[in-house]
């Protein structure tokens, strides 16, 4: 009688490396948003996951590809967020306001993405400029925003000439301002921007002031 041949493991070990791989990823995340890029070891990375440095450089293939590793896939996530977002079925001002929120809710939930990203203006954006995955993820962002605005022009409702670019500055500043600069700013204020007592005012400010920006010109005296 001839023996059945096991079957082959492929599936499992593809998992185990994803596994792996996510693991790696959520522990440099923790290390590199709290000590920085600079200050971050791979060896501490190691220790802290079930794997080794050996490991590490396999998948990676060093340090500064895996702080671009980390950072690709904390960008894919708010992204990724945004493209999930049923801006269709929306009214225009309904549709830039759950935008808005959308970024308020990622951005308070995650202080670990405003840190990666505030280190990463430190080394003046030198791993972003060095990763095609980072540059191509904006442009879906970006394009949502403009069909929104689009809509809005269409139904005269918002102001011709904003630009979809300029109208993500702001909702990014205010919204990564409020965690970046907490402690800052408590310090000199003595008000905590992510006081929970405080969240609902704050979502409602960004969306009152966005919606105030894209419809100034179309009000009728």
Known sequence: MTAVPPPPRTPARVRDAARTQAEILDVATEEFARIGY??????????????TKRMIYYYFGGKEQLFTAVLERAYSEIRGLEQQ???E??????AIRRLAELTFDHHQ????????VSIENIHDAEHMLASPTLSKLNTPAIDITARILEAGRAE???TAG?????????????????VANRHTFCALFGRDMLDPGLRDRY?????????????EGTRKE
């Not at 904003?162 to 409020?178: K, T, Y």
């Open 85 to 87: 977002l049923d801006v």
């Open 89 to 94: 079925h929306l009214d225009p001002v309904a």
């Open 38 to 51: 600079t200050g971050a070891r791979v060896d501490e990375i190691a220790a802290r996951t079930r794997t």
């Open 109 to 116: 939930a995650h202080p670990d993405f405003i840190r990666l």
């Open 203 to 215: 979502r409602t400010m960004l969306g009152d002031m966005v919606v105030s920006y894209l419809t």
């Open 156 to 158: 005269g409702v918002f």
């Open 162 to 178: 904003i630009d979809a670019v300029d109208l993500h500055l702001m909702i990014s500043s205010f919204c990564f301002f409020r």
